[in-house]
């Protein structure tokens, strides 16, 4: 079980892999409503994972990543983007 509360270190990490989801959503040129109807997501639940508002689900994170046609890992990597990502 994580502490509580969490570190200050986790909603920044947390808010960095919404940046990745945007980033990486509006290299597809989708909106958030185009991206939540390809994963099978609200778009309510794009905008909190990218607003970094709540902790994202394994799950939600792996149909994402699906839907926009990218590893897991480009959506969760730690600093900038690599040369030719999104």
């Given at each position: 079980m994580p502490t509580d509360p969490l570190p200050d270190w986790v909603p920044v990490r947390r808010r960095a892999i919404?940046?990745?989801?945007r980033a990486a959503?509006?290299?597809?040129?989708?909106?958030q409503e185009g991206?939540?109807?390809?994963a099978g997501l609200d778009r309510k639940t794009v905008n909190r994972l990218e607003q970094g508002v709540n902790s994202p689900l394994l799950d939600?994170?792996?149909v994402i990543a699906d839907a926009l046609g990218v590893p897991l890992s480009d959506l969760v990597r730690?600093?900038?983007?690599?040369?030719?990502?999104p």
């Open positions: 919404g940046d990745n989801v959503r509006t290299a597809a040129g989708l909106t991206l939540a109807g390809r939600h994170l792996l730690e600093g900038p983007p690599a040369p030719g990502s």
